[in-house]
């Protein structure tokens, strides 16, 4: 299983980014995806969860500025970002794991990870 993330970039606050993550060597369709996000000295946190149902979780604080969708013929997980702000700053993480249903939590343990992408906000 390999996935790879891209779409980061540098942005200004209140603009926009698409982050996504290409999977291979497994269907998107069957497994439990996440995005996380690391800032400099701070503990990773989970931002979003699609299940095999396609069934999402946000992060309370990112509701309605973040929005997490898949593209299963495309084996390809988004993470859409509006309203971008300083501390938005981090790397972004895909991850994957077969939970099925609502054992899909960015509270569990992921498995496979992407190497991530930056996003910085100014």
């Known amino acids: 299983v390999q996935l790879v993330e891209s779409g980061g970039g540098s942005v200004q606050a209140g603009g926009s980014l698409r982050l996504s993550c290409a999977a291979s060597?497994?269907?998107?369709?069957?497994?439990?995806i996440a995005w996380f996000r690391q800032a400099p000295g701070k503990e990773r946190e989970g931002v979003a969860t699609?299940?095999?149902?396609?069934?999402?979780q946000m992060a309370d604080s990112l509701e309605g500025r973040f929005n997490i969708s898949k593209d299963n013929t495309e084996n390809t997980l988004f993470l859409h970002m509006n309203s971008l702000k300083p501390g938005d700053t981090a790397m972004y993480y895909c991850?994957?794991?077969?939970?099925?249903?609502?054992?899909?939590?960015?509270?569990?343990?992921?498995?496979?990870w992407g190497p991530g992408t930056q996003v910085t906000v100014s």
């Open positions: 991850s994957a794991d077969s939970y099925r249903g609502s054992a899909c939590s960015a509270r569990r343990s992921f498995t496979y």
């Open positions: 060597g497994y269907t998107y369709s069957s497994y439990c």
């Open positions: 699609i299940n095999n149902e396609g069934d999402t």
